[in-house]
């Protein structure tokens, strides 16, 4: 009985200590998630069109899957100003 109980606690032990690892690595990915989604706008832009210059100062994803992008500005690579800035 008493070789049952200890394993028990290890198990549960090990349980917990999944779940907070799991956990952390959630909150990780939830706070980059609009980091992650600018990198990948930034790489479609310059496959879509490779003579702009395309930047994007934050991006974040908001409710009803809406991307938010702040500090956008887009212009020609040859050019000093940007075009269009938002």
């Known amino acids: 009985m008493k070789t049952l109980r200890v394993t028990?606690?290890?198990a549960?032990?090990?349980l917990l200590l999944l779940v907070a690892v799991g956990g952390w690595y959630g909150y990780q990915q939830w706070v980059r998630r609009g980091e992650l989604i600018r990198q990948q706008i930034l790489?479609?832009?310059a496959q879509l069109a490779p003579h702009w210059d395309v930047r994007i100062g934050a991006c974040r994803l908001e409710l009803l899957n809406r991307v938010r992008l702040?500090?956008?500005s887009l212009g020609a690579r040859d050019q000093a100003r940007p075009i269009l800035t938002l």
């Open 8 to 10: 028990l606690k290890y």
């Open 12 to 14: 549960l032990v090990l």
């Open 43 to 45: 790489s479609q832009a």
């Open 70 to 72: 702040e500090n956008l």
